[in-house]
């Protein structure tokens, strides 16, 4: 009888949550599907309102476990229980820092402070996951992004985390302070605050702090280079992405006015064991006394190894001061438009994918193409030109292509013996492709593309005259022979969720190049609050033909071709020892292409026949441009969406056309796209492609 009588409680409350819904919505009729909907709906609101009100009672001192036994519902929705006889002593401050006390914290909270404003209070050790640009300022305790620490006092960092990368997420992390009481805590708390809040905000932090929390400010970011993105249509979704929602809340209108968006933890950023594991131990062979690691990152594509080297450099920069970083990949550039070899020296964090945070280099060489198929001599001599101005004084990063399977490989052995790496960072996963792991030994004995194997001598080493120069030795140095010791593989199991396919690959990885060079174009224009300009409407600088050279790196060209070819490209702006401006008139082409620094990029707008200038639109300033002698045009193009979605001009677009003969020699199917004869003999004659039969 009880038990029947406890059932008709049970269905009873449910009759009646559904009759109080009916009654609000008297003209809204259901049929049995959607009112079972709506009952499982209703019973998940219930369930979340009971975890809320179990923490909120965890956070008011209630433990999460009372002598061995879970909290009774009572308890979590406020009532008071005597405790077991067995139950825990009251904790200190210091205790709660250990892991297994994470549980007793308060939940995360938000609140608005104004508008584009939000406070973000953060208990140790709990994470807050979202989409969006923000600005990021710790106000109290440390809070870790992306692997970089942000400390109470330090600068306010901008945070990109976009939907073509995993989400980003803000984690309070506990601070090297010395212990204090809570008093002292909310003390110093308040004196810090008070020059960023006023009194009602500081008043609602004070009610809510907790020992070892940390309080973020979330303020809404606008740059140049972010709102010039997003005027070309279709790429507004890279930043923020409208999505029907359950919960709207002050906590969503607050996130929202920041320009942000909670998500979910499946989608933030997740490292393996031995991932974590390879970070430790190179951060901590990189903070040793008088150490300058050479860290080279390899592995097949799509492992994760520039998120990787993202993560290693802010986790670098908690330590050092500044990092050096060559980019070997010609495909997919960290601090460069497509295409370059580079040597950067870094002493900022890293806190977005690759277009939003373009950098000037040490030391810049243009390829000119976002591969080395056909031309490998001419990529390890870049190679070797560029990081001829490493100085060892700080750790250095080498990032390395994707491309490990035949040739690919053998460059890749080059590398490790023309670089002499201290660590090897092998990537590999369920879903790449096999490759061997690269030890010592495998390296000695194999023949690469260009070197052949070393014979062994002591201590593992091998000798490298011919790369001698490439470094400064003193006078008794330079008699001795150079000898590179045996680096230290470290093979790394990632586990990434992979968006690309065999079949979208090359298309995506499009879209990244174009947003990286969109990303460089987007200093052309002022500082925000100022109006963002169209392209057509911005000076270009005027260059005389005898002024500079031109050479076009990716293909032959006709000396009667060659203008239009520069004609609306993208050119990079270099540097080359020979004087051209002996010549009288122009242009001026050269033999060969040269390998020389390069200062900047640059989009050849237009050019003058009458007058015999090029039209040149870049970000470079005035007195770098001063330096430049030598135009490069290569097989990197101006993203399509640059020609199409310019505001201002009406009637015919320039530069557009409708009636392409697409069988003239070198024309391709795709616009803007420029292949080599090997990409031509691949479409005659494509391989065969397998594809696994699904029911």
Request: proline share 7%; glycine share 6%; aromatic share 8%.
């Amino acid at each position: 009888m009880a038990d029947s009588l406890l059932l008709l409680r049970k269905r009873g409350s449910v009759r009646s949550t559904w009759m109080r819904a009916r009654k609000a919505r008297p003209q809204l009729v259901l049929s049995r599907r959607p009112r079972r909907r709506l009952r499982t709906l209703l019973r998940w609101c219930g369930r979340r309102r009971l975890r809320r009100r179990l923490l909120q009672a965890r956070a008011a001192g209630a433990d999460g476990r009372e002598g061995g036994r879970p909290v009774s519902i009572a308890a979590a929705a406020g009532t008071t229980e005597t405790a077991a006889p067995g139950a825990a002593p009251s904790r200190s401050p210091a205790d709660v820092s250990a892991p297994t006390c994470v549980t007793s914290l308060p939940v995360r909270q938000l609140r608005p402070v104004g508008p584009g404003r939000a406070l973000l209070l953060l208990p140790l050790e709990q994470c807050f996951t979202f989409s969006g640009i923000c600005r990021v300022t710790c106000l109290y305790g440390q809070a870790q992004v992306f692997g970089f620490t942000i400390s109470q006092g330090q600068p306010s960092r901008d945070v990109f985390s976009t939907y073509t990368h995993s989400r980003l997420t803000i984690r309070a992390v506990p601070s090297s302070m010395p212990e204090k009481s809570k008093k002292e805590m909310k003390r110093e708390a308040r004196t810090l605050l008070r020059s960023h809040l006023n009194q009602d905000d500081r008043c609602w932090v004070m009610k809510n702090f907790s020992p070892l929390c940390s309080i973020v400010l979330l303020e809404n970011l606008k740059t140049s280079t972010v709102n010039f993105i997003i005027s070309h249509p279709g790429l507004s979704y890279i930043f923020v992405q409208e999505s029907p929602t359950f919960q709207i809340n002050s906590e969503y209108f607050a996130l929202r006015s920041v320009g942000i968006k909670k998500d979910k933890k499946k989608n933030a950023l997740q490292f393996t064991e031995s991932v974590l594991s390879a970070l430790e131990e190179l951060v901590n062979d990189s903070c040793e006394v008088d150490g300058c690691p050479v860290i080279l990152i390899c592995g097949a594509q799509d492992v994760g190894k520039s998120t990787f080297n993202r993560y290693l450099i802010n986790q670098l920069l908690n330590s050092i001061s500044c990092i050096d970083y060559l980019e070997c990949d010609l495909g997919q550039t960290e601090f460069t438009p497509p295409g370059c070899i580079s040597l950067l020296n870094i002493t900022e964090p890293v806190l977005g994918p690759p277009f939003t945070h373009q950098r000037t280099p040490q030391k810049m060489v243009y390829y000119g193409k976002p591969t080395c198929k056909n031309d490998y001599e001419n990529y390890i001599e870049i190679i070797k030109y560029v990081f001829s101005s490493y100085k060892r004084e700080s750790p250095l990063i080498v990032n390395t292509m994707g491309w490990v399977t035949d040739k690919g490989l053998l460059l890749l052995i080059d590398l490790i013996r023309l670089l002499s790496p201290s660590h090897v960072v092998q990537f590999s996963s369920g879903r790449s492709k096999y490759m061997p792991n690269l030890t010592p030994n495998y390296v000695d004995d194999m023949d690469g593309l260009y070197t052949k194997s070393k014979s062994k001598i002591r201590h593992r080493g091998f000798h490298l005259p011919e790369f001698a120069e490439c470094f400064e030795f003193a006078d008794e140095e330079k008699e001795s022979p150079v000898l590179f010791t045996g680096h230290k593989l470290m093979c790394v199991k990632s586990d990434f969720a992979f968006r690309k396919t065999p079949r979208n690959r090359d298309s995506h990885n499009k879209i990244l190049r174009d947003l990286a060079v969109l990303g460089y174009l987007g200093q052309l224009h002022p500082s925000v609050p100022k109006p963002l300009y169209p392209l057509q409407s911005l000076t270009p600088y005027q260059v005389p033909f005898n002024a500079v050279a031109l050479r076009i790196t990716h293909a032959d060209v006709a000396p009667t071709h060659v203008l239009c070819a520069v004609n609306a490209s993208w050119v990079g702006l270099c540097r080359i020892l020979d004087d051209v401006r002996g010549h009288a008139h122009g242009p001026i082409l050269l033999a060969q292409t040269p390998i020389c620094d390069c200062l900047g990029f640059g989009i050849c707008r237009g050019i003058d026949m009458e007058k015999r200038l090029y039209h040149i639109l870049t970000p470079v300033p005035p007195e770098e441009l001063r330096n430049v002698n030598c135009l490069l045009v290569g097989a990197i193009s101006v993203p399509h969406c640059v020609f199409k979605n310019q505001h201002g001009p009406e009637g015919t677009i320039p530069y557009i056309t409708t009636d392409y003969n697409f069988k003239l020699p070198g024309a391709s199917g795709k616009i803007g796209l420029r292949e080599t004869e090997e990409t031509c003999k691949e479409k005659l004659y494509p391989r065969p492609k397998f594809y696994r039969k699904t029911n």
